[in-house]
């Protein structure tokens, strides 16, 4: 099994839909979790945070369910702008060259 | 946000010659770490360090080598360029928290 895990689409959402992302990551003991937001030929680049009790920045939420080992990424009121690929980051304690990355979904947000 | 500058953006060299990509970071943190990025693979480290004189290996980083002489540099070369190393290559800097901020990347094309 992979050490994180994403489903790579591509996710073809109309404009104003409401889509989701799930990533499954392998340590349960895992800390850390982000997801970076990534254009094409860009670099990544922080979206947000994931936290344990869950976390909203404006269309966007992250939720953590430890218990079945994923996190997720809620974006509503889908944009143009939103088109991207949006990788999974998962850091286990010990060090940050442990930091693992998704190889990322990719979400098109069509008109 | 810390300014990690990367060089050259875009590189082609040819099989067997060392190549150098450069990473200067302005923030003066001592966490920096080089990433290759390959359809499929995701990002995947190559080395990294976590101060002067300090350099580690990462998961892929035969064929690799870095050096740290002072805090705002790592750069990284390729000792005998090959076709396999044709990739797009990011220098990341550890930031607040376990946060990574890349530089915009450089295009590596092996011929």
């Known amino acids: 099994r992979k050490e994180v895990e994403q489903d790579p689409g591509p996710f073809n959402v109309p404009e104003g839909a409401t889509v989701a992302f799930n990533c499954t990551y392998s340590?349960?003991?895992?800390?850390?979790f982000f997801w970076y937001r990534q254009d094409c030929r860009k670099e990544p680049k922080l979206l947000m945070s994931v936290y344990s009790s869950g976390n909203e920045d404006g269309r966007f939420t992250a939720q953590l369910n430890r218990a079945s080992q994923y996190i997720s990424l809620l974006i509503r009121d889908s944009k143009l702008s939103d088109s991207a690929t949006y990788l999974c980051?998962?850091?286990?304690?010990?060090?940050?060259?442990?930091?693992?990355f998704g190889t990322g979904t990719k979400l098109q947000v069509i008109p | 946000d810390a300014e990690i500058t990367q060089s050259p953006r875009h590189k082609i060299t040819e099989t067997g010659r060392q190549v150098t990509l450069a990473c200067h970071q302005t923030?003066?943190?001592?966490?920096m770490f080089w990433y290759r990025q390959d359809l499929g693979h995701g990002l995947r480290l190559i080395h990294y360090s976590y101060g002067v004189h300090d350099t580690n290996k990462g998961e892929v980083s035969d064929g690799y080598s870095v050096s740290r002489s002072n805090t705002e540099d790592l750069p990284l070369t390729l000792e005998s360029a090959a076709s396999s190393q044709t990739s797009v290559y990011f220098c990341?800097?550890?930031?607040?928290?376990?946060?990574?901020?890349f530089g915009e990347g450089s295009w590596l094309t092996v011929v």
């Open positions: 990341a800097v550890q930031g607040s928290g376990n946060t990574i901020y």
């Open positions: 980051v998962v850091n286990p304690s010990g060090g940050y060259q442990k930091v693992t």
């Open positions: 923030w003066n943190h001592n966490n």
């Open positions: 340590n349960s003991a895992s800390q850390s």
